[in-house]
């Protein structure tokens, strides 16, 4: 069965880092674009950063110089490092390839920036 489980979120004060994880089974992690996603309450869901199997990035504009996305085929795993954080990115954070599969969407993993 595929599925992806996000972990690592927390509370942390403004300017703090964490780092996120993005755990998949199954053996579609290494061929596909995969992407955070993060939904603040309130709000609608939106896209965060993306990376292609060969290690390309793009990143949405208010996290650019402060979010890092990586992966490791090897251990069908993807990560998030967000630096200096900000209150503005208090959300659950989500992870699913790009463009995204409904069948995918996990749990999440709440982030909280606050001081």
């Known amino acids: 069965q595929v599925q992806l489980v996000e972990s690592g979120g927390g509370l942390v004060q403004p300017g703090g880092s964490l780092s996120l994880s993005c755990a998949a089974s199954g053996n579609f992690f290494r061929v596909n674009t995969m992407a955070w996603f993060r939904q603040a309450p309130g709000k609608q869901r939106e896209w965060v950063a993306t990376i292609t199997p060969a290690g390309s990035t793009n990143y949405v504009d208010s996290v650019k110089g402060r979010f890092t996305i990586s992966r490791d085929n090897d251990k069908n795993t993807m990560y998030l490092q967000m630096n200096n954080l900000k209150p503005e990115d208090t959300a659950v954070y989500y992870c699913?390839?790009?463009?995204?599969?409904?069948?995918?969407w996990g749990q999440g993993t709440q982030v909280t920036v606050s001081s």
């Open positions: 699913n390839i790009k463009p995204p599969l409904s069948s995918l």
